[in-house]
């Protein structure tokens, strides 16, 4: 009896090395991509095992977010992601709430005034993160478009080169497809051509799938031109060379702009986040030094950490998030 106890236990510790063995020889890329996955749809599929069949109801409240998630490049379904608002915000809300209880209490506040501030920093958390996973795939959506917007000249000009050496369409996109620099065009270009060889479209269908889906209104335009010129049998290499100096002569515009633009964003900067919070500090500073009130029944002191601890850095991620919107990648 031992003895066989003996050789089950070996039989399992070579099983065991020989899969970690397996698992430290495969290859590093699957092993990220996979964890990559996992993180991205863990919370989405938790969210929508727990409350999917509870959301048909807020749907039509979300009505506008199906488009949005389509552009935006987020791989999820609609009701899913609709279950992980709800789900999500209603977590962080009852976190939210009973923290805020908890600690109004521990600095000696009344129980019912910590309860109603603890109510009231609840729903205005629900209220931001409702808001939050609403805008979130909008601005991914308009990260999207500004880097299509971006690449779209160097884009047109490789398409161009290649249409004029005689290659098709399906050829070109699968070209631009497996480039070895990392743009976003050729996420763009990969589905056209999964489109093609895995689902069995022609260059046509795929072409206008792709500019329903696409965020960016010059490349609709611009794969709605090629539809055209496919159709008609016109030139597509001199087509795609005309569209190549228009999409330039508008990204020197658009340079000149943003440039203009960001003399003025230094200024705000400047006045905003350096002077203004210079001053309140010194006002509250010499205010607390001096005994005096302070501001819709709050200290000096409480204003004051207030302003360091929230005020100033919730206006530099809202700054960061203009920049960020407003800069070009190119």
């Not at 501001?295 to 809202?318: D, F, K, Q, W």
Request: with cysteine; net charge positive; hydrophobic share 45%.
């Amino acid at each position: 009896m031992i003895k066989l106890l003996l050789e089950k236990l070996k039989a399992s510790i070579t099983n065991v090395r020989t899969k970690m063995r397996r698992d430290w020889n495969a290859p590093k890329q699957d092993v990220e991509s996979k964890k990559s996955k996992n993180e991205l749809e863990g919370p989405v599929a938790l969210a929508y095992k727990l409350i999917g069949d509870k959301t048909t109801r807020f749907l039509p409240l979300f009505k506008d977010l199906d488009q949005s998630l389509i552009r935006s490049g987020l791989r999820t379904n609609f009701k899913a992601y609709v279950s992980l608002t709800v789900f999500g915000s209603l977590s962080v809300t009852l976190c939210m709430g009973i923290i805020t209880s908890l600690l109004l209490v521990v600095f000696r506040m009344p129980f019912g005034s910590a309860l109603l501030f603890g109510v009231g920093a609840a729903l205005l958390t629900f209220a931001m993160s409702v808001t939050g996973f609403y805008l979130y795939p909008v601005y991914r959506a308009d990260k999207h478009k500004r880097e299509l917007d971006d690449e779209l000249p160097f884009m047109t000009g490789y398409m161009s080169i290649l249409a004029s050496a005689g290659v098709s369409p399906e050829k070109m996109f699968q070209s631009l497809a497996t480039l070895n620099v990392p743009l976003v065009a050729s996420s763009e270009a990969r589905e056209i051509v999964q489109n093609v060889s895995l689902f069995g479209m022609d260059i046509i269908s795929a072409l206008e799938k792709a500019s329903i889906r696409t965020p960016s209104r010059k490349l609709r335009d611009m794969i709605e031109g090629m539809i055209s010129t496919v159709h008609t049998g016109g030139n597509l290499g001199a087509f795609l060379r005309e569209r190549f100096k228009t999409h330039m002569r508008l990204k020197r515009v658009s340079l000149k702009k943003y440039a203009d633009s960001l003399s003025v964003l230094s200024e705000v900067y400047v006045a905003l986040l350096l002077t203004g919070p210079l001053l309140l500090v010194i006002m509250l500073s010499v205010m607390s030094v001096l005994g005096g009130g302070g501001l819709m029944g709050l200290s000096s002191e409480m204003l004051l950490s207030l302003l360091t601890y929230m005020a100033i850095p919730v206006c530099a991620v809202m700054f960061l998030l203009i920049l960020d919107s407003s800069s070009p990648k190119w």
